[in-house]
């Protein structure tokens, strides 16, 4: 079992739509990434979360320690969103990242 | 937050040859990661880089294949050697974040995108 697990692999949505992935993980964390990968392979960090709930822009990302469980929610998604989204983890302050395996997602217009 | 170049961004290689990976962060780090994507899969871990110490190499990677220099404080290379179609993947350098309140931020590089024929 993944130490990260994500849900769905794929996600097909039309412009507008609101969107939800999902991850899971397993182990204590000190941080939850989550990071968009466009098809050039480059990565931005989205949001970095410890605890609750951190919205910038359309994107909003939440956090339930207890469960070990966040979600990463798009309002009114649009076809530039179309990217892969990734869920990793960090065990300790500064250390590695474990990574999920991704959602790609595709937006049509 | 830390702006990070690797050169090159992609290359096509043939079998047998190596390639060295160059990162490039602007700013003073103590820990470098080296990370690997094959193709439709997540990141991997290949090492992690400290200035002045042998980098730290992951379950199934090791030197030989991918030794890795580390200078000074702002720059490290992976070399892949000797490499097969199997090597074909994006390579990407991260660091995290070197203030107090940023240590748990993770910046990456571009990412070299490496086909081996």
């Known amino acids: 079992k993944n130490e990260v697990e994500q849900s769905p692999q794929n996600l097909t949505a039309q412009e507008g739509e609101f969107i939800t992935i999902n991850c899971s993980y397993s182990?204590?964390?000190?941080?939850l990434h989550w990071l968009q990968q466009h098809p050039g392979g480059g990565i931005v960090s989205l949001f970095m979360?410890?605890?609750g709930k951190k919205k910038h822009g359309r994107l909003i990302a939440t956090i339930n320690i207890q469960e070990k469980h966040s979600s990463l929610h798009i309002t009114a998604s649009h076809p530039r969103d179309s990217a892969v989204y990734i869920c990793a983890v960090s065990t300790a302050s500064g250390s590695r990242l474990t990574f999920g395996e991704g959602t790609q997602l595709t937006v049509n217009p | 937050s830390a702006v990070i170049s690797q050169k090159p961004s992609r290359d096509i290689c043939q079998r047998g040859t190596s390639l060295t990976i160059q990162c490039q962060v602007d700013s003073q780090v103590t820990m470098m990661f080296w990370y690997r994507q094959q193709p439709g899969q997540s990141l991997t871990l290949i090492a992690t880089?400290?200035?002045?110490?042998?980098?730290?190499?992951e379950s199934g990677f090791v030197i030989d294949k991918f030794p890795i220099s580390r200078p000074n404080l702002t720059f490290s290379t992976l070399t892949v050697s000797n490499m097969s179609p199997e090597d074909s993947s994006i390579y990407l350098c991260?660091?995290?974040?070197?203030?107090?309140?940023?240590?748990?931020?993770?910046?990456f590089g571009p990412g070299t995108r490496l086909t081996v024929l």
């Open positions: 979360l410890s605890s």
């Open positions: 182990v204590g964390i000190s941080a």
């Open positions: 880089a400290n200035q002045g110490s042998e980098a730290t190499y």
């Open positions: 991260s660091v995290p974040g070197t203030e107090a309140f940023s240590y748990n931020e993770q910046f």
